[in-house]
Every structure is written in structure tokens, then in C-alpha cells.
């Protein structure tokens, strides 16, 4: 369970998140919805321990995330972040493999178990055929499949997703997307990710919190949350909500700007 | 293990062996090939002392220097995330220059502790610069600048020394300009233990210079403490550094360039990349040795001259070859 209370980040002295305060339930799919530059990759930062706040505390299973190493953290929680640098001659089985430091000492070995994870970890990313490449000749979709391998060898309880299906085409989208909800159901991972796609989060998680400008303006399930108002709040748009025929969720038509 | 990239390590490894011996042969008496072996009978022999007592220490001395140079300008690079920082940026040659012209100049009683308070003027920089930029833990930017700022100021000690004693100048040159005329197995031996523990950390800690090559963000969320990983290469760089001005003076250069060249032979990973570069700058510096004793009948050059006239071109090419 991640618990915020009142939480305040500032960047150079100007103030990012103000007063943010949230409870995630274990192994729930939690998507963060909200415009650009609402603070949504700074929340998930901050719960990520990249980022320290000004006040306010964020608990992780009743611990106070200050109170955990970054060793520690890492073997719980995994974040693949929006924007991703490596060097330019590495290859995709080398940055996978990193994934596993966080259960090793320097100088240790890697044992039979890590190799085995690190193939799983190709395996369901679905990059198996490209991982003798070099990272810079990939495409943009295959670089986050990557990186997410890299977070799935770190076996992590709670993995935080910035944006994963950037780059991807739709059909990897949809990919991704199983697959996160596969590692939620069968593994118990809780998930916390920030998404773009309305009717994806609608489809894919059980809880939606809506950003604005630093504040959570709504947070609950995707029915209650995706209404007019709130998405006229967040987006300054006008939309038309119906069902998804398919998986029953809800569906939104964006219109036009809001007048 | 990459056989392809374990072979260049090999045959460089090997052909720096060759140098190092077959180069004992040449300069101002050229000793033939075969009496390398022969003249290790006959100790009294002048071909022996030339090459037993004269040449090899100096030229193990050129490889070990150009190794721990090299290896310096490499961790560097990759704790700056920055493929133009050298060992000079730390502040250690400029501190080892001060303190040089110090003793040198204005201390001369001190010196027969010379090389130890030169190792302690670019040590004690270099801590300056790292305490001046420490702010919730190392940024290679603000370690840049304040470096940079550093170097001016004490680069302006520099000239103040060269001015009041400009009589005495003439006799430091050399060193300032970085040399290894008349160095003997004494030499050798003073900084041998050191600069061997040096690389060999260098080697071991070879996965942590690659973990930086990630952005800082997920070098923390892989569960590393970026500020340490930072905080043990670059005191090994300034060791490795600092230990070399103090007994062959500022050779730049080579800290830059071996580093860059190696990547472009044998690509990125540390661990593949600190050995080469190590081995390359053996080479390196030994080959500069031998021509700047060479190329002017009984005159010495300071090496450092030649490896920037012949370091400087070479490296365009390399760069303009790639692209
Ligand atoms: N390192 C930084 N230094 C200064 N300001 C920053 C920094 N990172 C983000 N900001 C500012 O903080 C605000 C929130 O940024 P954040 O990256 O959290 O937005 P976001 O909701 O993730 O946006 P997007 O949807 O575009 O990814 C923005 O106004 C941004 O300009
Ligand atoms: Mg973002």
C-alpha cells in the first residue's frame, strides 16, 4: 500500500505539487490521467524516491520511503521513466541484464535464477529476436519494450510506468497493455501508470486519479471518474461518453475545444 | 566475453611488450637487436648499462605513466558524462604545477620531498574542487566549473611564480612540460606499487563506470548510490593522476585522446575499454618517449610537446575518418 499525505515538490523554488494526498491499494492497476505538465511525472518520481519533497511523507507499506536504501527500493519498486538515455554501442541483452543489480552485490556473480528471470523478462516484452541488437538501431518501440524488460528483471512489487506506450504502434500498445495486466493479475504487481489514452486507462485499470495543475481533482474508478465534467476540467474539451462494446468500459469521443 | 574485442586486448597487450624492450635498443647508440639477450651475461658491458640501467626504466616508466594517464582520462569521462573531461579538469595538474613551482622556485630546501608535496598539491586541489561543487551530492557540471575556476585561479599563481622568478625559470621548464629525462629505476619503483594497485582498482571497478553511462535517474532506481560510484572513480583518477605529475610533471593530452581512440576501436564497455586504453596509452606515451629523445641528436624534448604536435593531428584524423 502507498500512502501520500500531504505531499509538496518544487522545482527552483516554484511549486509543481502543492498539497497532494492519496492512498493505492495493493496489486491495483492505477492509471494517472492529466494534462502535459500537470505533475504527473513528477508524482511518480517523487514516489519513486528520485525526487525528494519540500514536505509532507509518502509511505510505502507503512515505512517511510526516506527510511528505505536505494538498494532496498529497488528490489520492490521499478519505474521506466519517460525519457530514457543509454550509451550508444550497448546491447539490448546488456541493459536487460542491468535490471538484475538491484538483487546483487558488486563483484557477484549471476546466478542460474537471474538468467532465468532476464529471459522471462525478454520473453513477455516479446523482444527475444532483436536482443543480440544494439540498442541505437532499434525503433522507438522496441526501445520501450526494452526498457520495460529492464524493469520487469528487477521483480519488482510495484512498477511505476511513465508514458509505456509512446512509440508503441497500436497493436504493441495492446501488447503492453495485456501484458501489464497479466503481470497485475498472475504476480500480484501493483501497477501505477501514467497514460494519455483515456479509453485505455478506462479499459485497463481499476482506479484513475485525474490531475490539474498539481492537484488530484478525482479519484476512483474509471466509471465514476470519466464523466463530461472532469474530462471538460481536465482537457478543456467538450466529448460524448458511451460504452466500449467489447470490454463494457467507458469510451470518449472527444468534440471540440470548449468554448 | 567478447572474443573479437579480447583479442585486441591481446595482441596490443603484446606488441606493447615488443616496444618496450625492442625501443631499449634504439637512440643515440643504436645496441643491435640480439644483444638485448647477450648483453644480460656480460653486466659490465656498456650495453648493458645502456639498456639495463638507461633505457628499459625509462621506458616501463613512459608505459606505466601512459597507462594511469589514460585509464584517469577514461573514468573521468564517464563520471563527468562528459567525453572532453581529462584528468586536468579535477584541478590536479594545476595544483601539482603550483606546488612544482613552489618548492621548485621559492622552496628549494624542500626538494627532496618534492614528488611527495606535488602528489599533495593535486590531491589536495582536486578534494578542493569536489568539496566546492558538493551540493546534495556530485553534479559533473558544477564539478566543471569549479574546476575550471580553480584552474584560473591557481593558474594565475602559476604566472605570478614564472614572473617573480623568471631567472629560475629556465631549469623548470622541463618539468612543466612533462618529462622523463634521466629517470631511473629509483623513479619506477616510487610510484610502481601504487599505480599497479590504481589500475587494477580501475579494472575491478570497471561496472560501475558502465552503470553511469544510464541517466542518474535510473542509475538510482536500479538501487545504486550514484554519489558513491561517482565519489570511488574519481578518486582513483585523481590518484592515478596525481601519483604520475609527481614524478614526470604535466603530460596533457594523452587523457583526452587514448580514451576517445580506444572507443572508437573497441566501443564503450569499461570493461573492455579500460584494459585497451591502458595498454594503448602504454604505447602511446612510450612511442612519444622514444621520439622526443631521438629526433633531435642529443637533445631532450619534453615529451609533452611532442604527444600534443603528434596527439593533436592524429586525433582529427581519426575524428573526420569516423564521420
Ligand atoms: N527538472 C525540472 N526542473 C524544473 N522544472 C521542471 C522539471 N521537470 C519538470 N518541471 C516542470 O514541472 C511541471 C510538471 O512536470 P511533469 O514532468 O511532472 O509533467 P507531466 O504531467 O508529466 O507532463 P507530460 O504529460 O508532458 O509528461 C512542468 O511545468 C515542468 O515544466
Ligand atoms: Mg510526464
Redesign the interface.
Known amino acids: 500500500m502507498i500512502e501520500i499525505k500531504n505531499l509538496k515538490i518544487n522545482y527552483d523554488k516554484i511549486p509543481i505539487i502543492k498539497n497532494l494526498s492519496l492512498l493505492i491499494k495493493k496489486k491495483e492497476i492505477v492509471s494517472i490521467i492529466g494534462p502535459n505538465g500537470c505533475g504527473k511525472s513528477t508524482l511518480l518520481?517523487s514516489i519513486?524516491?528520485?525526487i525528494n519533497p519540500i514536505s509532507g511523507y509518502i509511505l510505502l507499506d507503512g515505512s517511510p520511503l526516506s527510511s528505505f536504501?536505494?538498494?532496498?527500493?529497488?528490489?520492490t519498486?521499478?519505474?521506466l521513466?519517460q525519457?530514457?538515455?543509454?550509451?550508444?554501442?550497448?546491447t539490448v541483452k546488456?541493459l536487460v541484464t542491468?535490471?538484475r543489480?538491484?538483487h546483487k552485490n558488486?563483484?557477484e556473480q549471476y546466478s542460474k535464477k537471474d538468467y532465468e528471470v532476464i529471459s522471462w523478462a525478454i520473453l513477455h516484452t516479446n523482444i527475444s529476436n532483436i536482443q543480440e541488437k544494439k540498442l541505437s538501431n532499434l525503433s522507438g518501440g522496441e526501445r520501450q519494450r526494452v526498457w520495460i524488460a529492464m524493469c520487469l528483471c528487477?521483480k519488482p512489487d510495484i512498477l511505476l510506468l511513465d508514458e509505456p506506450t509512446t512509440y508503441l504502434d497500436i497493436g504493441h500498445q495492446l501488447e503492453l497493455l495485456t501484458l501489464i495486466r497479466e503481470l497485475n493479475k498472475r504476480l500480484g504487481i501493483t501497477i501505477i501508470m501514467v497514460l494519455h489514452d483515456i479509453n485505455q486507462a478506462a479499459r485497463f485499470s481499476n482506479h484513475i486519479i485525474m490531475m490539474k495543475d498539481g492537484n488530484i481533482i478525482a479519484d476512483d474508478t474509471p466509471d465514476k471518474t470519466i464523466t463530461k465534467e472532469n474530462i471538460k476540467n481536465l482537457y478543456n474539451i467538450e466529448c460524448h461518453i458511451s460504452k466500449d462494446p467489447i470490454s463494457n468500459s467507458k469510451y470518449v469521443y472527444p468534440l471540440d475545444l470548449s468554448i | 566475453m567478447n572474443k573479437n574485442k579480447l583479442l585486441k586486448i591481446i595482441i596490443s597487450a603484446c606488441i606493447l611488450i615488443f616496444l618496450t624492450i625492442f625501443l631499449s635498443t634504439i637512440g643515440s647508440v643504436n645496441i643491435p637487436i640480439n644483444e638485448i639477450f647477450s648483453s644480460l651475461i656480460d653486466r659490465s658491458s656498456t650495453s648493458f648499462s645502456i639498456i639495463y640501467l638507461i633505457r628499459l626504466p625509462r621506458n616501463i616508466l613512459a608505459v606505466i605513466v601512459g597507462m594511469s594517464l589514460s585509464v584517469s582520462g577514461v573514468l573521468l569521462q564517464a563520471v563527468m558524462k562528459n567525453p572532453l573531461s581529462d584528468p586536468g579538469i579535477t584541478g590536479v595538474s594545476s595544483g601539482a604545477t603550483l606546488m612544482g613551482l613552489i618548492v621548485m622556485l621559492a622552496l628549494p630546501s624542500l626538494t627532496p620531498i618534492l614528488s611527495i608535496l606535488v602528489f599533495l598539491g593535486g590531491f589536495i586541489t582536486c578534494v578542493i574542487v569536489y568539496t566546492i561543487s558538493w551540493k546534495n551530492g556530485i553534479s559533473p557540471i558544477r564539478v566543471i566549473l569549479a574546476g575550471i575556476s580553480v584552474n584560473s585561479i591557481l593558474g594565475a599563481g602559476i604566472s605570478l611564480l614564472s614572473i617573480i622568478f623568471s631567472d629560475k625559470i629556465q631549469s623548470v621548464l622541463l618539468w612543466l612540460n612533462g618529462s622523463l629525462a634521466g629517470k631511473s629505476w629509483e623513479s619506477v619503483q616510487s610510484i610502481f606499487i601504487y599505480i599497479i594497485i590504481g589500475l587494477i582498482l580501475a579494472v575491478?571497478f570497471s561496472?560501475?563506470a558502465?552503470?553511469l553511462?544510464?541517466?542518474d535517474?535510473?542509475v538510482?532506481?536500479?538501487?545504486?548510490?550514484i554519489n558513491i560510484i561517482r565519489l570511488i572513480l574519481s578518486s582513483i583518477a585523481v590518484l592515478l593522476a596525481s601519483i604520475t605529475t609527481s614524478v614526470v610533471g604535466i603530460i596533457g593530452f594523452i587523457g583526452l585522446v587514448v580514451p576517445h581512440i580506444s572507443r572508437l576501436i573497441i566501443?564503450?564497455?569499461h570493461k573492455y575499454l579500460i584494459p585497451f586504453s591502458m595498454i594503448l596509452g602504454g604505447i602511446l606515451l612510450l612511442g612519444t618517449d622514444t621520439i622526443s629523445r631521438t629526433i633531435i641528436q642529443n637533445i631532450e624534448l619534453p615529451v609533452g610537446i611532442i604527444m600534443s604536435i603528434i596527439g593533436g593531428p592524429f586525433f582529427l584524423y581519426l575524428l573526420r575518418k569516423k564521420s
Do not use: R, V
Not at chain 1, 525519457?83 to 550497448?90: A, C, F, K, Q, V
Open positions: 518520481k519513486a524516491k528520485l536504501s536505494e538498494k532496498s527500493l529497488s528490489k519498486l521499478a519505474i521513466s525519457h530514457n538515455t543509454s550509451p550508444e554501442d550497448i546488456q542491468y535490471g543489480s538491484p558488486w563483484f528487477q | 575491478c561496472p560501475m558502465n552503470i553511462s544510464l541517466s535517474e535510473t538510482s532506481s536500479l538501487g545504486f548510490n566501443g564503450s564497455d
